[in-house]
């Protein structure tokens, strides 16, 4: 198997320490090939998109568990699909997280097909690929 190697995001940025730790890049095989694509392509429409923070900043406001977490991890939900590694959270440093949404929803056939769910009313931009069982996407509130 091939690994999809981000244009944009380096394995740190979306893996916590602890996993990157102990599988280095080939971590990046704990996500779907297409959730790597569709973030290279909204980096691409938008800008900037932090994710995790640990490699740059270390500390107390440091961000581990914005793209991958580890099963036992306590941040969010019990049955995240962050644990399934099927979730991405980003904060946009070039525009807003609204309008981030608003280009996911506007080119979701052409560009953002795999995409299933965007989390509504919270100040970062959730989007995962959970199995709903049709090609819509939904808008949930976490
Ligand atoms: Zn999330």
Redesign the pocket.
Known sequence: MKIYTPLYFRPEELLPPEVFAELGARGLLLFPADLLRVADRLREIVGRLQCNTWYWHRGAQTQCY?GFRPYDCKI?AKR?M?KMGL???FLPLDTSVEDCRKVIQEQHQQDFAPIRRL?KNVSWL?L?MMPTGDQRLVLFDG
């Open positions: 914005r969010g995240s962050h979730a991405l959270d989390e959730h995962d």
